[in-house]
């Protein structure tokens, strides 16, 4: 009884910041993205695809890692604001770690930070990090049974993008049931399908991470 507690005022002050957070950022006409997923789903490839086709300038990025900075790297290659969180073992990242690094960045004509956070399904499922819209990325070769093995994940979503879809013919990944497990947990969760390897299916997601203006 004593750990569920402990966790429990762990969440607790972390929503309080989180909140926090995304006021500050409000005010600042600022969109926070958190993109969430598995080590090795494609988050960072796909941010690659994104920023080819959007001004990049107004966009910067929040690299989560346990301790290596390469996506990080590969990021600030293109010109984007990149600033690097390691956790050094942490399987998650929290508010607090958020609000730092966004006071690290040179905010000026920043129209959204995104988060690629720590690979994992479990853990950064939990903790709120201020961000507008939660933003998941799921491989066809991670197979059909995560939704029901990882609900947490799934139902917190709000919008899910299905990437590899140029491996599935060599998967027995079945695209149909897997969308029906996902509705099941999550019914307002918006999915999309791509390959950000191959290049396919990233113009019908640009507005989805990195809002146009108005």
Known sequence: MKIIEVNKRVLEKNDIIASRLNQY????????VNLLGTPGSGKTTLLERIFERVDFRKAAVIEGDLYTD???KRIEKLGVKTIQLNTCGACHLEASMIEEAIYELDLNGIKVIIIDNIGNLVCTA???????????????TEGNDKPLKYPLMFQTTDILIINK???????????????KDVWALNPQCYIYECSAYCNEGINEILGVIVPSDK
């Open 25 to 32: 950022l409000h005010d600042k006409g600022i969109v926070l």
């Open 165 to 179: 879809m140029d491996l599935i013919r060599h998967t027995n990944f079945n695209i149909e049931r897997f969308k």
């Open 126 to 140: 939990e903790f709120k990090l201020g961000e507008d819209k939660r933003i998941m990325v799921f491989s066809v």
């Open 70 to 72: 390469s996506d990080a």
